[in-house]
């Protein structure tokens, strides 16, 4: 008898904890606040990911209040504070620029959790509600130049390629339309010009920054001028569809030019010229930080994964891409899940002429108590280990840039 009314008692505490659960998400609000809308690639992606984690954790959408096209001002602080005011338990901002106005409302509110998403000051603030996230972005940079290099490799091989492609040294040409000259730019394109190399190494790439992280105009303007110069291939660290929709055009009309762009699918757009493209599954870390805030636990002050975890991918494979990319893609992303490929091989650069053999992730001289520390340990730089935001800023040789 004994047994049987612990039995009973053990299973009304489940089901009244399963209750309990059940009505604080029911109860939990989250608010969002994004630089751009369902438009802009980038706020798609992290729409998409929000509202992938929120069913996966019981949130209605009722229970989430969103504002879009926020500015890099004071207008996304009093966002916050209206959705603390609306009762938001977890608090979302998207863009680097946020991160500020984020982190004053999270001092003053400190019973509400507050993410700036792809910011870098959450462990320098010491709040233990104001958490940064970063996935590997740099991952799938490097998987998405491993396709690019394929595609060149197949074009040199066949012939496809005339002299206008080619530099004073006979370097296959690459552009690549770049929003700000931030870390988070230079990792990325960084990672995606040795994904080239990696494959076909005599190769160059030109920078071009647009400053502004959606403006379709701009980086049209700048993949036509990239591919006036000859540009067999236009990445981009952008937003929009300017820059592969002038490939595709391009490429209709005869020139030799592909695409690869940034966290959306472009081959509605560029369906000749669009390769794939680099995209981050943003749905992995709101999933874990909205399971942690319903938990009434803390959310990491600094999270960042990649294709460990399915926070980074590419998207399908376009039908120009040459024969075997496919199997070199899984080869690179089984490799980089194994840590047998790591993206800043010291090996596989040069700085100056001169190999990097040490090199600081930061250097504000603002006695912050991570500066100064080694990026460079067991021959690779270490890249988002620290803090999730990218550090990389190195500019290596065979990158070149400018400013539009």
Not at 141 to 156: D, F, T, W
Not at 208 to 215: E, L, V
């Amino acid at each position: 008898m004994k047994k049987l009314l612990a039995l009973l008692l053990a299973l009304v505490m489940v089901l009244s904890l399963g209750a309990c659960s059940k009505e604080k998400s029911n109860d939990f609000k989250i608010g969002v606040i994004l630089v751009g809308d369902d438009n802009e690639g980038y706020t798609h992606a992290h729409i998409e990911g929000i509202k992938k984690a929120a069913k996966a954790n019981g949130i209605k959408d009722d229970q989430i209040i969103w504002f879009y096209t926020i500015g890099e001002d004071e207008t996304c602080y009093d966002k916050c504070i209206d959705c603390v005011e609306q009762g938001c338990k977890l608090v979302i901002t998207n863009s680097y620029g946020h991160q500020t106005y984020c982190e004053r409302a999270a001092k003053e509110n400190p019973d509400v959790q507050f993410v700036a998403m792809t910011g870098d000051r959450a462990l320098k603030s010491g709040l233990k509600n104001f958490s940064n996230a970063f996935n590997k972005t740099y991952e799938s940079r490097y998987v998405s130049g491993i396709v690019a290099g394929m595609k060149i490799k197949e074009l040199v091989d066949a012939g496809k390629l005339t002299d206008k492609n080619y530099d004073a040294n006979g370097n296959v040409k690459v552009g690549y339309v770049g929003a700000y000259p931030y870390a988070e730019v230079v990792s990325g394109y960084t990672g995606f010009y040795l994904g080239i190399k990696s494959v076909f190494p005599n190769v160059v790439m030109d920078v071009s920054y647009t400053n502004s992280w959606f403006s379709i105009v701009d980086e049209q303007n700048t993949a036509e001028k990239f591919i006036a110069e000859g540009c067999v291939i236009v990445g981009q660290h952008a937003d929009s569809t300017g820059a592969p929709s002038a490939c595709e055009a391009a490429n209709k009309a005869g020139t030799v030019v592909y695409s690869v762009g940034y966290n959306v699918d472009m081959l509605s757009v560029a369906p000749t010229a669009a390769l794939t493209s680099s995209t981050n599954n943003w749905d992995v870390y709101y999933t874990y930080a909205i399971k942690t805030a319903l938990a009434g636990e803390d959310i990491a002050t600094d999270w960042s994964e990649g294709y460990e975890t399915g926070a980074v991918a590419i998207t399908k494979l376009g039908d120009s891409c040459a024969a075997g990319t496919a199997d070199a893609v899984a080869k690179a992303e089984a490799d980089i899940k194994a840590g047998k490929l790591h993206v800043f091989d010291i090996n596989t650069f040069t700085v100056g002429g001169a190999k990097v053999e040490s090199t600081f992730c930061f250097d504000s001289d603002d006695n912050f108590e991570y500066d100064q520390i080694e990026a460079i340990k067991d021959g690779y730089y270490h890249e988002s280990e620290y803090i999730s935001a990218p550090s990389f800023a190195l500019r290596i040789d065979g990158i070149t840039e400018q400013q539009n």
